[in-house]
């Protein structure tokens, strides 16, 4: 079975609107932590947002947010404010175990590839 | 602060030869990873290294080996390379609050 799944093969979004980039994910490990990655077409991998299984509240880094359901397993990033510089590939993973010790493994998504429209 | 470096951008070599690539964490990042990319298989772990211990393992041939100094920085050597060995080779340190760091990747392709 997939760990990371992101259903969303590829996205439309106008300048300036928001979008929701879905992620949902499998474990049984009640220690995890999910991350979100943009990779434009340059081909570097851009740390966006990170969630920890345990953190009471939803991540948020200026115009990016986690909307994180733990019970659903899902791990939705929002992008508010499109611009056309968030043109890319998105990249969902997750890490098994707690943070620290030899926990630095990640299981990656198939990505998303989100187009913003001027 | 300077990100995560990686030497060299691009590699062409041929079938049969060796190739080694080269990362620099993050200051203060002790723990350096190593992820292939390729267009069908996407992302896949292939290690980590921990204060120049190898401390987990991906599922790929004993062709791919790595190590680290003891200054953090690390690199990965693969060899007999074959012609699906071509990918974009990504390191990425981390701190031990576990957010992972990329650097740029270096682009492999082999003839």
């Known amino acids: 079975a997939q760990k990371i799944t992101q259903t969303q093969p590829g996205m439309f979004v106008q300048e300036k609107e928001a979008v929701t980039l879905d992620c949902t994910y499998d474990?049984?490990?009640?220690?995890?932590?999910l991350f979100w990655y943009k990779q434009p077409s340059s081909g570097e991998m851009i740390f966006l947002i990170y969630q920890g299984s345990y953190d009471q509240q939803n991540a948020t880094e200026g115009r990016y947010s986690l909307n994180f359901q733990k019970a659903r397993k899902s791990a939705n990033l929002v992008i508010s404010a499109s611009q056309l510089g968030d043109s890319a590939m998105y990249f969902c993973?997750?890490?098994?175990?707690?943070?620290?010790?030899?926990?630095?493994?990640?299981?990656f998504g198939k990505g998303t590839l989100l187009t913003v429209n001027p | 602060k300077a990100g995560v470096t990686q030497t060299p951008r691009y590699l062409i070599k041929t079938r049969g030869q060796q190739v080694t690539l080269s990362c620099s964490p993050i200051s203060g990042h002790r723990s350096v990873s190593w992820y292939q990319q390729t267009p069908g298989q996407g992302l896949q772990f292939l290690f980590e290294y921990f204060s120049e211990t190898q401390r987990n393992k991906g599922n790929f041939p004993g062709r791919f080996s790595g190590r680290q100094f003891s200054n953090s920085r690390s690199e990965m050597n693969v060899s007999t390379l074959e012609l699906g060995d071509s990918a974009l080779y990504l390191c990425a340190s981390s701190n031990d609050r576990g957010s992972l760091h990329f650097g740029n990747g270096t682009r492999l392709t082999v003839t």
């Open positions: 474990t049984s490990d009640p220690s995890y932590g």
């Open positions: 993973a997750m890490r098994e175990g707690r943070s620290g010790g030899s926990n630095y493994k990640l299981t």
